[in-house]
Structure formats: structure tokens, C-alpha cells
């Protein structure tokens, strides 16, 4: 594999959001951190066949929305348009009632238990974490976490 080759499977790597470790492979590349999982971009996709290593995901139509730009109509079907789902068409007027009172209470209940098990994981996985930057990263989800606790106590 030539030095091109390499550099463009880095660069790859890097704009899927990869994080580049200190460490380097045999082969003598960075070793990189994606999706938790650690790859070399050399060794790694070396069994792949080069038609599957360049595969890419197909590029956007214009009938499809671009989540960053109106992230509340992300959820929309290919060729509807904003005209077809006003803004309240979902909402349904349940505010004040007993049952939507106790629905709430319960999803609270369950969105408090699901973030103390996330803040358990974090919390051991930060004890184990050498790479600094994915250490500045746990902590910051951690003291969201925390945040969102405090808030839903009071």
C-alpha cells in the first residue's frame, strides 16, 4: 500500500471522527479510536477488498432534510415537505390531567434511572482511561450528567 493510500484512510478515519492515539502499530501507522473500538488504518482494512474499503454512504437527495439545519423535522419522510406537518400536528393538549402527571412522573423516574447507570459506567471507565482527550470527554459527560441530577431533584 502506498503512502497515499495511507494518508487518505487516515484522513477518513479522522473526518468520521476518529480520534488519532499516541500509540503507532507494527506497520508503523497511528492506531486510531473509532466507536471505541481501536483500528489501524493500515492493518485493519488490509482483509477488506478495496471496492468495500471505499465504500461510502450515498450522498443526500434534495427531498431529504438536513437534521443541522432544522433539527425539529428530523424525523420527516422522503418528499414531504414542511406544508404537510404543521408545527402542533403532533401535539396533543394533555397538560394538567392526572394520567399525563403521572406519565411524566414516571418517565422522570426512568430518565434519573437510565442517567445513574450512564454516570455508573462513566464513572469506572474514567478510572481506566489513559488517553487524555477521551478523559476530557467522559468528564464533560459526566458533569452534564450531574447537571441534569441536580436539576430533576429540584
Do not use: W
Not at 63 to 78: H, I, K, T
Amino acid at each position: 500500500m502506498n503512502e497515499d493510500e495511507v494518508l487518505s484512510r487516515i484522513t477518513r478515519l479522522l473526518e468520521q471522527g476518529c480520534t488519532m492515539l499516541a500509540a503507532h502499530h507494527d506497520c508503523g501507522a497511528p492506531l486510531f479510536r473509532c466507536q471505541g473500538e481501536v483500528v489501524c488504518p493500515v492493518c485493519s482494512f488490509a482483509e477488506r477488498a478495496d471496492s468495500q474499503a471505499e465504500m461510502q454512504l450515498p450522498p443526500l437527495s434534495e427531498e431529504r432534510l438536513d437534521v443541522r439545519s432544522n433539527p425539529g423535522r428530523a424525523r420527516m419522510q422522503e418528499g414531504e415537505s414542511v406544508a404537510d406537518k404543521p408545527d402542533d400536528a403532533d401535539l396533543e393538549p394533555t397538560y394538567g390531567s392526572k394520567q399525563s402527571e403521572a406519565e411524566l412522573s414516571k418517565a422522570i423516574g426512568s430518565l434519573r434511572s437510565a442517567l445513574l447507570a450512564r454516570l455508573r459506567e462513566l464513572t469506572v471507565s474514567v478510572q481506566d482511561e489513559h488517553d487524555l482527550h477521551m478523559l476530557k470527554r467522559q468528564l464533560d459527560c459526566l458533569e452534564g450528567l450531574l447537571r441534569i441530577l441536580r436539576s430533576l431533584q429540584g
